[in-house]
């Protein structure tokens, strides 16, 4: 079982719509969390923290469910720019890479 | 600031030959890592540093040497390139690494072929 595991996509959406994307983890005792973004043949960039109590930044939501192990990113109002690929990033020890979903923002 | 630079962007390499990918970061982090990106895998840890002249071995290190004589530079260095390395290569750095504070600042990235 991979460590840090996510729904590779596409998700295709329109522009405006509402798009919620999970990650699940498999080791317990996982610190920190993290969304991060890479856009086509680009480097990642650090999208947001997730905290426990969940935490928003304009139109991005991360939650966190350590019972469940899973951390989700909600995007709202999707807009074109929103277009790229999102890591799920885990920390305990060392940052652990999930292999990334791919959202495609169409107009 | 540069931030996390890397050259060469792009390199096409035989089988057995060798060479080195440069990393250099002017943020004074002390920790640098190295990253390989394989389509449908996650970035995989190669080799990490903590400060000068401490390295240590990520999750696939085979064929790869990494240095860390200054705090700005972590070169990486090909042994004998196989077509298994064809790979894009990330360099990151990090002030530091602990619980609650892990932003990484990637350089762009090397596409590498070896043939």
């Known amino acids: 079982r991979k460590e840090v595991e996510q729904d590779p996509g596409p998700f295709n959406v329109p522009e405006g719509a509402t798009v919620a994307f999970n990650c699940t983890y498999s080791?317990?005792?996982?610190?920190?969390f993290f969304w991060y973004r890479q856009d086509c043949r680009k480097e990642p960039k650090l999208l947001m923290s997730v905290y426990s109590s969940g935490n928003e930044d304009g139109r991005f939501t991360a939650q966190l469910n350590r019972a469940s192990q899973y951390i989700s990113l909600l995007i709202r109002d999707s807009k074109l720019s929103d277009s790229a690929t999102y890591l799920c990033?885990?920390?305990?020890?060392?940052?652990?890479f999930g292999a990334g979903t791919i959202l495609r923002v169409k107009s | 600031n540069a931030g996390v630079t890397q050259t060469p962007k792009f390199q096409v390499l035989k089988t057995g030959q060798s060479m080195t990918l440069q990393c250099a970061q002017d943020m004074n982090h002390e920790y640098m890592s190295w990253y390989r990106q394989d389509p449908g895998m996650g970035l995989r840890l190669i080799h990490y540093s903590v400060g000068a002249g401490i390295t240590d071995q990520g999750e696939v290190p085979n064929g790869y040497n990494v240095s860390r004589s200054t705090t700005e530079d972590f070169p990486l260095r090909l042994l004998s390139a196989a077509p298994s390395q064809t790979s894009v290569y990330f360099c990151a750095s990090t002030p530091r690494l602990g619980s609650g504070y892990n932003e990484q600042f990637f350089g762009p990235g090397t596409r590498l072929t070896v043939l």
């Open positions: 990033v885990v920390f305990y020890n060392k940052l652990v």
């Open positions: 080791n317990s005792a996982s610190q920190s």
